[in-house]
């Protein structure tokens, strides 16, 4: 998976790029002693490059931390000549890549490798940049490698590597650029093209076949040690007793606001079909004796989902003023779409459970961002991930993922095997 540099890029090599140098290393050498001279004057150009690059700021995710680190005042990359962090791809020789890199940040990573002026580098810096890292397996967004889509020249392994680790990494890179010159230009490097496999199960057999062959060597050994010790018994470690140690006392949180089974009996004055989730048949004594601590969670009917949403906002006594939170749950059957609200007054709050059928042309809701606008994200987050789509919402379309994104990522019945490799433990 990923974007491959082509078309309208057109990246020149360093004696390409210095037409001036190259010529006049050619008549510097024509002349006695010039070859001599048109060498140590590559080398102090080298040697000036390699001492000033100018990394660009590309942090994405955890590695971004220690690349700050490593340029603040404890370690200070200045020392190492490498000062200058620019925000601006026109103006940097250097790209670390600190963090994950994902799929839909690939294009732009690429225009920013483009705009850099060549000679320029590149740094895969932590696990995720060099090969997806922890989301190897099971990630459809992730780029299996940073070198797929642009090229790496020198890569620091960790997860995240210490700044001392990134410090290395420099230096081996100005050891590369110290080389360069006529007789080994700068170009631009290869993409790895190879497709993504199973790592880990291929370590297993490799490791599997290397224990069964250590086996075969011991067994003859192990046989001669059984003759001569015939009652040799391995050692046992000896237990520790277990400590036992006392429960801590717990505080009973303070009721806030409209206690649970006034909330169940009020809304089931007006819509009988409510029902509690987990407790279908609990009747409000029954949720009172659940505690405080249980949040009310109740079943809607998806024909009064918008009105019961907006009469928990509307309603005086209950007042439900602030939406918190909608998600989607896929049962493989059937999704639910769960909405959390709370009354900022009071305190109280609740969940409502609303189930949406699975079809043919796709799962389909009323929308309730026109009641609360933080909805709007949410819905769209939704229908995103999930594919369920909600009706009059002012804006229904992708927000994480390209619009031409086959199918819908968390559902329990996506498949993409040119994205994703599934996780074999």
Not at 22 to 45: C, D, F, T, Y
Request: with cysteine; hydrophobic share 35%.
């Amino acid at each position: 998976m990923g974007v491959k540099i082509e078309g309208k890029q057109s990246v020149k090599t360093s004696a390409e790029s210095s037409v001036f140098a190259h010529q006049a290393g050619k008549i510097a050498e024509k002349l006695p002693g010039g070859n001599q001279l048109a060498r140590s004057v590559e080398m102090l150009v080298a040697w000036g490059r390699a001492n000033s690059l100018w990394p660009l700021l590309y942090g994405t995710s955890c590695c971004a931390i220690e690349m700050m680190s490593t340029g603040a005042a404890r370690h200070d990359w200045a020392r190492f000549g490498a000062e200058v962090a620019r925000a601006s791809a026109r103006q940097a020789d250097l790209i670390i890549l600190a963090g994950t890199v994902v799929e839909k940040m690939s294009e732009n990573l690429i225009t920013l490798y483009e705009q850099m002026p060549a000679p320029k580098y590149v740094i895969a810096m932590g696990s995720c940049a060099i090969s997806g890292g922890p989301f190897y397996y099971d990630s459809y967004s992730v780029v299996k490698g940073a070198d797929r889509i642009i090229p790496v020249d020198v890569y620091i392994p960790g997860c995240p590597p210490r700044p001392e680790a990134l410090f290395y990494g420099i230096m081996q890179l100005q050891e590369k650029i110290k080389k360069e010159g006529r007789e080994i230009p700068w170009e631009i490097g290869e993409l790895v093209k190879s497709p993504s496999f199973d790592t880990f199960t291929e370590t297993q057999q490799d490791w599997a076949a290397l224990e069964e062959k250590k086996d075969q060597e011991m067994a003859e050994a192990r046989e001669q040690f059984k003759k001569e010790n015939p009652d040799y018994k391995p050692p046992r470690p000896a237990r520790l007793k277990k400590e036992k140690l006392p429960s801590p006392s717990r505080t009973k949180p303070a009721h806030k606001g409209i206690s649970n089974w006034t909330l169940l009996q009020t809304l089931q004055k007006k819509f009988p079909e409510i029902t509690v989730h987990d407790h279908p048949d609990a009747t409000p004594k029954e949720v009172a004796e659940l505690g405080t601590d249980y949040v009310l969670d109740l079943v809607v009917p998806k024909e009064q989902y918008k009105e019961v949403v907006q009469y928990l906002k509307e309603d005086k006594d209950l007042s439900l003023e602030m939406f918190i939170q909608l998600t989607c749950v896929d049962w493989k059957e059937y999704f639910d779409i769960v909405v959390h609200l709370l009354s900022v007054k009071d305190g109280h709050k609740l969940f409502l459970r609303c189930r949406v059928d699975k079809k043919e042309d796709g799962a389909e809701i009323s929308t309730i961002s026109d009641l609360y606008a933080g909805a709007d994200w949410h819905e769209r987050e939704v229908y995103d991930m999930f594919g369920v789509r909600f009706t009059d919402h002012p804006d229904m379309r992708r927000i994480y993922l390209k619009n031409d994104f086959p199918g819908h990522p968390l559902c329990k019945d996506f498949e993409d095997p040119s994205r994703v490799i599934v996780r074999p433990y």
